[in-house]
C-alpha cells in the first residue's frame, strides 16, 4: 500500500490541465505519470501505464468521459475513474457511476478536497462531493443502514424490489420502469416507497449510490 498515487490526466482544456498538474505535483503522495487531451489518448495513456487513479474530464473531446469507462476497465483493472466536470446534473452523477466511476467532483473543488477524492477511490472506496449532494445525499443513511452495516429483515428486498432497483440504476423514470415490467406506474411507486424504506433512504439518488456501493446493481 505504500509509494505515491500514480495518476493519469484527461481533460481537453489545455490550461486547466495544466493548472491542475502543477498543483498536484506538490503532493507528496501523488505522482502524475501521464496526461491527455482526448478519448483516445487518455485510454491509451491509462493502457500503457496502468495508473491507479484516472482523473477524467467528462466533457473530453471525439470519446466523452464516461463513454471510456467500460474500455479503461478493461485495459486496466487497478485504474479507479474519478469524474471532473462543471456540470452539476445529478443524472450525469449515477451515470458515471453505473460506467464504473468511483468518483465524482466539480472543477470548482478546492485542492484539498480534490486529494481527498483521490485518496478516497484509490483505496476504493466510492466519493461523491458532499457540498454538490447537500440537498439529497444523507451519507450515513446511506452508507451505513442499520447496525454497523448488516442487514436486518427490514433491508432485505424481495425479487421484485432488487429488479426494480436494479432498473432505476439505468436513470429510468417510475413510467420506463412499469413499461418495461409491465406494470402500473401506481405499483411502481409504491415498490420504490417500500425499497426507500427498507434501505433507510428518502430519494431515488440515495437508493441507486446505495445499490451501487453494495454492489446491487
Request: contains cysteine; aromatic residues 4%; glycine residues 8%.
Amino acid at each position: 500500500m505504500g509509494g505515491k498515487i500514480r495518476i493519469v490526466i484527461a481533460g481537453d482544456r489545455k490550461l486547466f490541465r495544466e493548472m491542475l498538474c502543477l498543483a498536484l505535483r506538490k503532493e507528496k503522495g501523488i505522482k502524475i505519470v501521464g496526461e491527455a487531451d482526448n478519448g483516445p489518448q487518455a485510454i491509451e495513456a491509462i493502457s500503457n501505464l496502468k495508473p491507479d487513479v484516472a482523473l477524467l474530464e467528462i466533457g473530453l473531446s471525439d470519446m466523452d468521459g464516461i463513454g471510456i469507462l467500460p474500455t479503461i476497465r478493461e485495459k486496466s483493472l487497478k485504474t479507479k475513474a474519478l469524474m471532473l466536470t462543471a456540470d452539476n446534473d445529478e443524472t450525469m452523477i449515477f451515470k458515471a457511476l453505473k460506467a464504473g466511476a468511483r468518483g465524482y467532483v466539480s472543477k470548482d473543488v478546492n485542492l484539498c478536497d480534490l486529494i481527498k477524492a483521490i485518496q478516497s477511490v484509490h483505496q476504493g472506496e466510492l466519493w461523491v462531493e458532499r457540498k454538490k449532494m447537500a440537498r439529497f445525499f444523507d451519507r450515513e443513511a446511506v452508507f451505513n443502514p442499520g447496525r454497523g452495516g448488516r442487514p436486518t429483515k427490514k433491508e432485505i428486498l424481495t425479487p421484485r424490489e432488487k429488479e426494480i432497483l436494479s432498473i432505476l440504476i439505468s436513470g429510468c423514470t417510475n413510467k420506463d420502469i412499469a413499461k418495461a415490467l409491465y406494470i402500473s406506474e401506481k405499483t411502481v411507486k409504491s415498490h420504490l416507497n417500500s425499497i426507500f424504506k427498507k434501505l433507510n433512504v428518502s430519494r431515488r439518488l440515495q437508493a441507486i449510490l446505495y445499490a451501487i456501493e453494495r454492489g446491487l446493481k
